[in-house]
């Protein structure tokens, strides 16, 4: 595809349940970001790729959440034990250069809701 | 943590009016996003400034950094309707990591009524 996919747009969950969101990136891009985005709110980094390599998980908030990209293209947001606080749209963004100034593309997110 | 703080959080104007949102901190950032969001979707690159001074336009938007590099302004001219969406300022912290990890403002919702 053209652009960053990601699945399932919308996942509901109960307290307690284990949920995987998955982020297809555009084809050859290096980087990948996940981002938690609250309602109303800017995006907050939670972790970031190149390629399979995980470089930086300082945003993840608790141990609960996980993330993966084994072969440096999909990637897997996972979220053990869901509580209510980890409502909100997880977006994954992607980029051509693992550089500062390499444009983001991001996908349209997947809007968690824990109940 | 390098904060943006963004201003003004809503706004809402007749089409045709002028508008200016302002996206400033304490630090200095190596470059300066503009992302515009619709509801459902995932923001949408606008512009990327990063030399401290630049002005860029996009049609009826331009982006202003700061000489310091600490700030930056969208002015929107004659807004339409089709301008409506979450607007994100979102910077890479200088001396920061070399991949661009950004810190984004909590956002200004625009409305802009026909």
């Known amino acids: 595809g053209a652009g960053v996919s990601q699945s399932p747009r919308y996942k509901v969950a109960k307290r307690g349940q284990d949920v995987a969101l998955r982020c297809d990136p555009i084809?050859?891009?290096?980087?990948l970001f996940w981002y938690q985005q609250a309602l109303g709110q800017g995006p907050e980094f939670l972790t970031y790729?190149?390629?399979?390599?995980?470089?930086?998980k300082s945003g993840l908030p608790s141990d609960r959440f996980f993330a993966e990209r084994p072969e440096g293209s999909v990637s897997t947001l996972k979220i053990q034990r869901t509580q209510q606080e980890d409502s909100a749209v997880y977006l994954c963004?992607?980029?051509?250069?693992?550089?500062?100034?390499?444009?983001?593309?991001f996908g349209n997110g997947t809007r968690l809701t824990v109940t | 943590t390098q904060l943006l703080e963004q201003s003004p959080q809503f706004l809402s104007i007749q089409e045709g009016e002028n508008l200016t949102v302002y996206c400033n901190s304490s630090s200095v950032f190596s470059s300066l996003q503009w992302y515009r969001q619709e509801p459902g979707e995932g923001p949408v690159l606008l512009v990327t400034v990063v030399t401290g001074g630049e002005v860029k336009k996009l049609k009826r938007l331009t982006f202003q950094f700061g000489d310091a590099r600490k700030d930056s302004s969208l002015h929107i001219t004659a807004a339409q309707p089709g301008d409506t969406g979450l607007y994100l300022c979102?910077?890479?912290?200088?001396?920061?990591?070399?991949?661009?990890?950004?810190?984004f403002g909590q956002g200004t919702i625009l409305t802009v009524h026909p």
């Open positions: 084809s050859g891009h290096v980087s």
């Open positions: 963004a992607s980029s051509a250069a693992g550089t500062a100034n390499s444009p983001l593309h």
């Open positions: 979102a910077g890479a912290p200088a001396g920061g990591t070399s991949y661009g990890k950004l810190t």
């Open positions: 790729f190149q390629n399979e390599a995980q470089l930086d």
